[in-house]
């Protein structure tokens, strides 16, 4: 009577290994966007020392272009000019990677929430099932000790009635036609 325990057990290593599957899916996805998080930084970085270099350069052709006048102002305002475009576009592709994360991390926390959530149902599904388990077993009358005297004082009974039966020849036991 009830549910056979190695189909129960079957059943809860099955959901044990399908929730190893989803928690390794979701250590992927984390490492996955700590990778990202990393190549952000290294491109802030990268933009940094772009935004450096042009500074550099800056200064060296203002230096170099001391007596032409008309010449250095050219260079700087095309060098400005360049600055602002690169430092820009890095801040463009910062602000697009950085709000890539961040709706990468929002699925992420979506499918963690429903997996916990999941989890919940199962875990108080299981327990109302054990707890019904366990209230069938308390009721059954094999546990109480009047019934189980009772039982067998029914089957002393019985045995006794059958018995003489039992004990008389086989002719007398046939039925009459």
Not at 59 to 70: H, Q, W
Not at 85 to 98: D, P, Q, V, W
Request: hydrophobic share 35%; glycine share 2%; no cysteine.
């Amino acid at each position: 009577m009830g549910y056979s325990k190695r189909e129960v057990r079957a059943f809860l290593e099955q959901i044990a290994d399908e929730m190893d599957v989803v928690m390794s899916l979701k250590d992927k996805e984390l490492q996955h966007a700590r990778e990202m998080q990393y190549e952000v930084k290294q491109e802030a970085v990268q933009a940094s020392n772009a935004v450096e270099d042009l500074k550099r350069r800056e200064e060296l052709i203002s230096r170099t272009l001391v007596f032409a006048e008309k010449t250095k102002a050219d260079i700087i305002s095309n060098a400005r000019k360049e600055a602002e475009n690169i430092i820009h576009e890095g801040e463009l592709k910062a602000k697009r990677a950085i709000q890539e994360a961040k709706q990468y991390l929002n699925v992420l926390e979506h499918q963690y929430m429903h997996v916990k959530e999941q989890k919940r149902q199962f875990l108080m599904q299981f327990r109302v099932e054990l707890q019904t388990f366990m209230d069938r077993i308390g009721k059954d009358p094999m546990l109480a000790k009047d019934a189980d005297q009772l039982l067998d004082s029914e089957f002393k009974q019985l045995k006794d009635e059958i018995q003489p039966r039992l004990d008389q020849s086989p002719d007398q036991n046939k039925p009459a036609n």
